[in-house]
């Protein structure tokens, strides 16, 4: 798994811990998520999918904090040493590391039930990191990219006629790392979505102490998706879905131009979706309405129910 390792890397893979410096004025960013096979990917899925979904996922949330991928260990456990499907993953997780730029500095092998453990690091200049709990009455609610398709996916997963561009969202998820990185100093607030726009906008208005009102005609969905399902469905998959790994993030109404700006630069829609309107006064915090202002019942993944 060890990528070329850059000069701040003195001690890679092979030794008990890894070794690298860390830039002054510099925070690092750590997280770490877990998938499980059967659960956030098919039980015979290709060892290139579980390499990509795992990076996908994982450097996504260095996306929401606006951070730049420094390093990361890898984790994996799986029933057997098969070379075959040993060799296939490694190499798709080389390709994952250099594609990024986040060397893999370290981990772990175990035998027992196929998951695989991430944790990443990335950087940021101390006291711009991005987090939940900034956004401010008044700001507007973005959300990039289009919502839905990897949720499209999952529903044909299996199927001859699966649609080719559903699956490549799922299985090849492109974390939303340039976008980060221009949102510092911009974005109030950002989360990214794993668990469903829905979802994981009601972990960001709860951290910020908020409540937010969501325009449902504003959601973007892609064209592929309509086509697939009808708009009813597309919707219903693009509010409550997962593993979109787009960002959704808040910005006052001052940076509305920069933000379109931003969009233009890395040709990736930004959708205005609505806005922060009050301190929270719900339990939910989050509003869809529809266009006669009816509010719409959704709901994301949630992991023990």
């Not at 579980?50 to 730049?68: P, Q």
């Not at 064209?223 to 910005?251: H, I, P, S």
């Amino acid at each position: 798994l060890d990528a070329l390792m850059p000069n701040y890397v003195s001690t890679g893979p092979g030794d008990d811990c890894a070794v690298f410096s860390v830039p002054s004025e510099k925070s690092l960013c750590v997280s770490t998520d877990t998938l499980l096979a059967g659960v956030h990917f098919p039980l015979d899925a290709a060892p290139e999918v579980v390499a990509t979904r795992a990076f996908g996922a994982n450097l996504s949330d260095l996306a929401a904090m606006g951070a730049e991928p420094y390093a990361a260990t890898v984790a994996l456990t799986i029933p057997s040493g098969d070379a075959d499907w040993l060799g296939r993953f490694s190499a798709a997780s080389r390709t994952c590391s250099e594609l990024h730029r986040c060397p893999v500095v370290g981990g772990n092998l175990a035998k027992g039930a196929l998951s695989i453990t991430l944790t990443v690091m990335g950087v940021v200049p101390d006291g711009t990191a991005l987090l939940r709990s900034g956004a401010g009455i008044e700001d507007d609610i973005y959300v990039s990219g289009f919502l839905g398709d990897s949720a499209g996916a999952v529903k044909q997963l299996g199927r001859d006629d699966a649609n080719a561009d559903l699956l490549g969202r799922y299985q090849n998820p492109e974390p939303r790392l340039r976008l980060g990185a221009e949102l510092l100093g911009v974005a109030s607030a950002a989360i990214d979505i794993s668990d469903g726009f829905v979802s994981d906008l009601g972990h960001l208005v709860e951290s910020s102490g908020v409540s937010a009102v969501i325009n449902r005609s504003q959601i973007p969905v892609s064209n592929m998706l309509v086509k697939v399902f009808g708009r009813a469905v597309a919707l219903d998959l693009a509010l409550n879905g997962g593993d979109d790994y787009e960002l959704c993030f808040t910005a006052a109404q001052e940076y509305r131009d920069q933000i379109n700006a931003i969009g233009k630069q890395l040709d990736l829609n930004l959708s205005r979706l609505g806005e922060i309107v009050s301190k929270r006064h719900s339990v939910s915090g989050a509003r869809i309405v529809d266009a006669d202002g009816q509010e719409i019942e959704a709901a994301g993944y949630r992991h023990f129910l």
